[in-house]
């Protein structure tokens, strides 16, 4: 297959499974809903002009041309009014066309099967259950990839030996020179046992080597043992986790510690981790997300002035669905990738992004889910505090009042998606430099 077309199937991959997790999104809506008895007039992937739709039932499924998320639409999402609404304007428009989106199709059996009827709990849950399946899906990928698929790390076959203690040095004195190459070491060998004991990783024999510095080791060498005796050095290192990620200081430095040194270049190998590294792993890379969206104005600023030729761009600052798309297949067209390799990459993209949906949609924000959860949980507090105070209950939280500040939110999220858009396509994050 030619690079264009590798580099084709890495953004299709993308779109697929973007598709896939949106879809999955709202099916965690959907299925509560339905379970509560709340009609659901639509549930569609993406906004905008409809590419494709079918009706099943009460509920018309379908696509919509802007992959830019997705919803479905239940009956008596906002309450009625307490007191007549006699203002007009803009925004009291908005909330009185809120109050009747899709009360088109409300029939007089449907009188008790509108979404602020529910009981809080309900409504949390149907409200939950479209983050939660983006964590479960964002978990399940990441397994799949780390204890799949694997992490790069060290294995025990070298690759090649540096010569010099100054790896950019190609000849120096003996008092210089590595100990891999005093040992002997040579391209090719694979380490089998260390101080007698079998070699199980490069972990494993960085530890020896920190307790005792001068070990016997073994090694295959085309096919025969041959042991050699090797006295590392002690040097300042780069601190790595168990998945190959740099650990970095409170200042975002990369941690150094002292290390043996040997000289050695390993060839790298995909090894799985523990499904508990996994879960780790999935835990970091929301925390991450998280920190992430609360530097976002920060974030978008840079974004911005990189795009205008003022520093830049940041690799692990925020990116657009365009970016992500691109990513992918510089990836997949990669020669020097696996196909194994652009798979569990693919995966682990995909993992992420569900991770990034999942932590982006529980902000307490509306239109999004965690703002409906906030105002499930500001009703909570305030009808238990009319209970307590013995005054009459107060009826759900009218959100809808909420709808000129859900306005504001979505043009916001619209303009920094335009502006991400940009970024990307003038100035593109590269995997590869």
């Known amino acids: 297959m030619s690079e264009s077309l590798w580099y084709l199937a890495g953004i299709i991959f993308v779109i697929i499974g973007i598709a896939f997790s949106i879809g999955l999104h709202e099916l965690g809506h959907l299925i509560p809903a339905k379970a509560f008895g709340v009609k659901v007039t639509k549930y569609m992937i993406g906004f905008g002009p409809t590419l494709f739709s079918r009706k099943k039932g009460e509920t018309e499924y379908g696509v919509k041309a802007i992959p830019l998320g997705g919803y479905i639409a239940m009956l008596g999402m906002y309450p009625p009014a307490k007191k007549p609404e006699t203002k007009t304007g803009f925004f009291p428009d908005m909330i009185s066309q809120a109050r009747l989106a899709h009360s088109e199709e409300e029939t007089p059996k449907d009188k008790n099967r509108k979404f602020y009827q529910l009981p809080v709990s309900k409504r949390m849950i149907i409200m939950l259950g479209g983050p939660f399946m983006n964590l479960v899906l964002g978990v399940l990928l990441t397994v799949v ?4 698929f694997g ?123 523990s499904i508990g590294a996994s879960l780790e792993a999935s835990g970091n890379v929301m925390l991450q997300i998280g920190q992430l969206i609360l530097q976002l104005p920060q974030k978008i600023f840079e974004v911005t002035a990189s795009t205008l030729g003022y520093g830049e761009r940041d690799p692990n600052g925020p990116i657009s669905i365009v970016g992500i798309g691109a990513i992918a297949g510089e990836v997949a067209s990669s020669e020097q990738t696996e196909f194994s390799d652009k798979l569990a990459t693919g995966i682990s993209i995909l993992g992420s992004l569900n991770f990034a949906l999942f932590v982006f949609n529980m902000l307490p924000l509306l239109p999004l889910d965690g703002g409906h959860v906030a105002g499930g949980v500001y009703e909570s507090i305030k009808r238990g505090i009319y209970k307590v105070l013995g005054k009459k209950d107060p009826g759900p939280a009218d959100t809808a009042l909420l709808m000129p500040l859900t306005w504001v939110v979505f043009i916001a999220l619209m303009a920094v998606s335009l502006l991400l858009i940009t970024a990307d396509l003038i100035n593109p994050i590269s995997l590869f430099g």
Do not use: M, Y
Not at 145 to 148: D, P, R
Not at 241 to 257: K, Q
């Open 151 to 273: 992490v790069f790390q060290s294995s025990l076959k070298i690759d090649a030996v540096s010569v010099c203690l100054d790896s950019t040095q190609t000849s120096c004195s003996a008092s210089k020179q590595t100990p891999a190459h005093l040992a002997g070491l040579k391209a090719g060998d694979e380490i089998v046992s260390v101080d007698g004991k079998p070699a199980e990783d490069w972990v494993q024999i960085r530890k020896v080597l920190t307790e005792t510095p001068t070990v016997e080791l073994e090694v295959k060498r085309a096919g025969e043992l041959v042991s050699v005796t090797v006295s590392a050095v002690i040097q300042q290192r780069p601190q790595f986790d168990n998945l190959g990620t740099p650990i970095l200081d409170d200042n975002g430095e990369v941690l150094t510690a002292p290390q043996p040194f040997l000289g050695v270049f390993l060839i790298p190998e995909r090894i799985p981790v």
């Open 145 to 148: 990839s780390l204890s799949g």
